[in-house]
């Protein structure tokens, strides 16, 4: 078992930016791909960026290359989202989840996940 918890999120205005945190337990952390989705209002959960163990390899969506970095400190347990520029299509409710294995830009592919955390960025 994993338990993930997220933090971080908020009300930001447009053009500014935010760090999501997600602390893990429950597992070796070191040995974890993590991966971070959102949900935006009436959307399907969408694949935001992906983590392999040691931070050495990232992955995001098409779409927000450039304005989303994901990164990793195994010392806290904690994969964390820096969002820059963000716009109000940007508000959405943003998740971490642990990587099972097979494609992983698809959620059916993590198997744990946190509770989430709102992030509504204004105009």
């Known amino acids: 078992q994993v338990q993930l918890v997220e933090s971080g999120g908020g009300l930001v205005q447009a053009g500014g930016s935010l760090r999501l945190s997600c602390v893990a337990s429950?597992?070796?952390?070191?040995?974890?791909?993590m991966g971070w989705f959102r949900q935006r209002p009436g959307k399907e959960r969408e694949f935001v960026a992906h983590?392999?163990?040691?931070?050495?390899?990232?992955y995001y969506a098409d779409s927000l290359k450039g304005q989303f970095t994901i990164s990793r400190d195994n010392a806290k347990n904690t994969v964390y989202l820096q969002m820059s520029s963000l716009e109000p299509v940007d508000t959405a409710v943003y998740y971490c989840?642990?990587?099972?294995?097979?494609?992983?830009?698809?959620?059916?592919?993590?198997?744990?996940w946190g509770q989430g955390t709102q992030v509504t960025v204004s105009s």
């Open positions: 989840a642990v990587f099972t294995g097979g494609v992983i830009y698809s959620a059916n592919h993590y198997g744990y």
């Open positions: 429950g597992r070796t952390f070191s040995s974890l791909r």
């Open positions: 983590i392999d163990q040691n931070g050495g390899s990232t």
